[in-house]
């Protein structure tokens, strides 16, 4: 046992001895040290610097909201560009190039999130009553402005352009910014009218910005024009528009359909609002159809049927994550304009800068002007002299003019550098210039301002019986206006479409109570809202007679008189007070029917 034990010790030493021979051979510098502490910031340096902009754009929303002089007075956009400016500057002192906004990044990731918060939450009723006149300054508005500010380009002729790039550059310098309209105009609280007809438009000219900007580059590639590229381009522009309502419409309905089986997955349901309408707007950009269209479209399209389906909760999430989503957005946007200011590279030409913004702020005055002296005989609420005036004033430059500036390629413009820093000064004129005046214009020449009303059941009945009282009328007088056609629609709505993209009993909810579950829900989180957990009890007891009310409402008893009336205006409080005497218990049916029993034998 002793001598196999010592044979074995004997094998395993000389197996090891040159092994360790070998590492006693070797250098000393090969041996490393186990690391306690390593730097790899290349592994996480894209996610980081994301993270750390992010970051930078939310401590600056932060910090305006904290200086309630300063907001009142510089507008929120024109603040994030001066920080671009002065983070741009610092990058360029340290020695290294500033970041530029690429095209790519403003398109595909920055401006989808603006779009679908205004789309999702576009107020759809003022929308369709002055559609006529939003697409009138949408459509014919971009066409007289691209022309007008192309051509008294071309006739001064500041830097020996031909007309073809000086269309192109009219093309960009004319569309009104989206984003810088919705910075400027919700921080004024201008009336509901005025701000659905400058911001509508905002939305609606891309598609004829986009037609018109690949349709002069083509054509300054091909050196020529003929009358059969005209008429193409004009097929182009209705192909653009229509084709991107037409993809936002199926994304549309595809998430309201999607949404009517996930009552039992309610944790992903915010996840296919998101999801299918960035794949609208990316399938719309696959085909260069207008993204801006099918964000808008499958917004509005799906927002009635999907909010049908979804809990509160999925709701409540999707409002908040679209409102915190586009705001970060619209803050980078205005931050990297900014420093790609910095960035460069500039081509500075006095003349053509100043005749650019001359003309830039005529052909607005003289198209408005022109379309309103049109569109006013046949609007039943004229446009007065401060509603243009406001109207025309705020067409605002912004990133999107800049955007389609930077895509243009410097071996077929030479003059892209000078179109650049042309067009930053015109986003710098409105922005600042426009932006900062407008809201004292506006109190000096008192227009009216948005007032924050709350809907009411006997308010909603009133406007549904206007509805169908003008619609029978137009059809007693045979002529079928909108009135008509609206009432068509939503009687298309209520017998197929819901059936179809709404679920269980709510396909069959009248639209009254529809709008009562609304109220009530909208007026239960302002109590969550603006109330501690310790009124939660108390607004339950107080919740107790609407809910006995709500339920009279669906089974048909329930009658407006003057003191039901009172009592729905004196519930939308959403104040709780506390009391020390005990809670009353709530009415039963047969209270509220004496009631009413006795009030109608007072009135007779």
Not at 225 to 252: E, M
Request: glycine share 8%; charged share 15%; hydrophobic share 50%.
């Amino acid at each position: 046992m002793r001598m196999r034990m010592m044979k074995m010790l004997l094998l395993l030493g000389l197996c090891c001895g040159p092994v360790c021979c070998g590492q006693n051979q070797s250098d000393p510098r090969d041996q490393r040290v186990f690391p306690v502490l390593s730097v790899n910031y290349d592994y996480v340096q894209m996610p980081f610097e994301v993270s750390l902009w992010i970051l930078l754009a939310s401590l600056l929303k932060l910090g305006f909201h904290l200086l309630p002089r300063l907001s009142a007075v510089v507008p929120e956009s024109c603040l994030l560009i001066v920080v671009g400016l002065l983070v741009g500057g610092l990058i360029r002192v340290m020695g290294k190039k500033p970041p530029v906004l690429d095209s790519q990044l403003f398109f595909l990731c920055l401006l989808p999130p603006i779009i679908l918060d205004a789309g999702y939450f576009l107020p759809l009723r003022p929308f369709t009553e002055n559609a006529g006149t939003i697409l009138s300054f949408a459509v014919l508005g971009t066409l007289w402005n691209t022309f007008f500010t192309g051509a008294l380009l071309y006739a001064c002729r500041p830097a020996a352009l031909e007309l073809l790039p000086c269309l192109l550059f009219g093309s960009i310098v004319s569309a009104v910014d989206p984003v810088a309209v919705l910075a400027v105009f919700e921080e004024i609280h201008i009336n509901e009218l005025l701000h659905i007809l400058v911001f509508g438009e905002s939305l609606l000219n891309d598609a004829v910005t986009v037609v018109l900007y690949h349709l002069f580059e083509e054509f300054a590639h091909a050196g020529e024009v003929t009358a059969g590229d005209v008429f193409l381009g004009v097929v182009c522009f209705f192909v653009v528009a229509l084709g991107g309502v037409l993809v936002g419409g199926v994304y549309g309905v595809l998430a309201a359909f999607t949404s009517r089986f996930t009552s039992h997955t309610r944790v992903i349901e915010p996840l296919f609002v998101f999801l299918y309408s960035y794949m609208a707007y990316l399938s719309a950009e696959v085909f260069h159809l207008s993204g801006i269209m099918a964000l808008i479209a499958c917004g509005v399209i799906m927002r009635p049927y999907v909010e049908a389906n979804i809990s509160h909760k999925s709701y409540t999430t999707i409002k908040y994550f679209l409102k915190m989503w586009s705001s970060v957005s619209e803050t980078l946007i205005f931050v990297f304009l900014g420093v790609s200011t910095v960035a460069g590279p500039h081509a500075w030409n006095w003349t053509f800068v100043t005749i650019t913004i001359v003309l830039c702020l005529l052909s607005r005055v003289l198209g408005v002007v022109g379309l309103t002296f049109i569109i006013n005989k046949y609007r039943m609420v004229k446009l007065s002299g401060k509603d243009q005036f406001i109207v025309a004033y705020g067409g605002l430059r912004g990133a999107i003019a800049f955007s389609l500036a930077f895509l243009l390629s410097s071996d077929d413009f030479p003059m892209k550098d000078m179109f650049l820093t042309a067009i930053i000064t015109v986003i710098f004129f409105t922005v600042f210039v426009q932006g900062m005046t407008i809201r004292p214009l506006v109190d000096l020449l008192a227009v009216k301002k948005r007032k924050e009303s709350k809907c009411s059941i006997n308010e909603e009945i009133h406007t549904q019986f206007l509805e169908h009282l003008l619609a029978g009328i137009e059809g007693v007088c045979g002529h079928y206006g909108h009135h008509h056609w609206r009432d068509k629609l939503n009687r298309f709505n209520k017998r197929y479409i819901k059936r179809c993209l709404i679920g269980g009993e709510r396909s069959q909810e009248p639209q009254l109570v529809s709008f009562y579950n609304k109220m009530e829900l909208k007026q239960a989180l302002m109590l969550l809202e603006s109330n501690s957990s310790a009124n939660l009890s108390t607004a339950v007891t107080a919740a107790a007679p609407r809910l006995e009310s709500g339920e009279r409402l669906r089974s048909g008893s329930f009658f407006f008189s003057e003191r039901s009336a009172g009592e729905v205006n004196a519930r939308r409080k959403p104040s709780v007070k506390f009391s020390l005497e005990p809670p009353k218990p709530p009415r039963g049916p047969e209270h509220l029917l004496e009631e009413d029993e006795e009030l109608m034998h007072r009135r007779h």
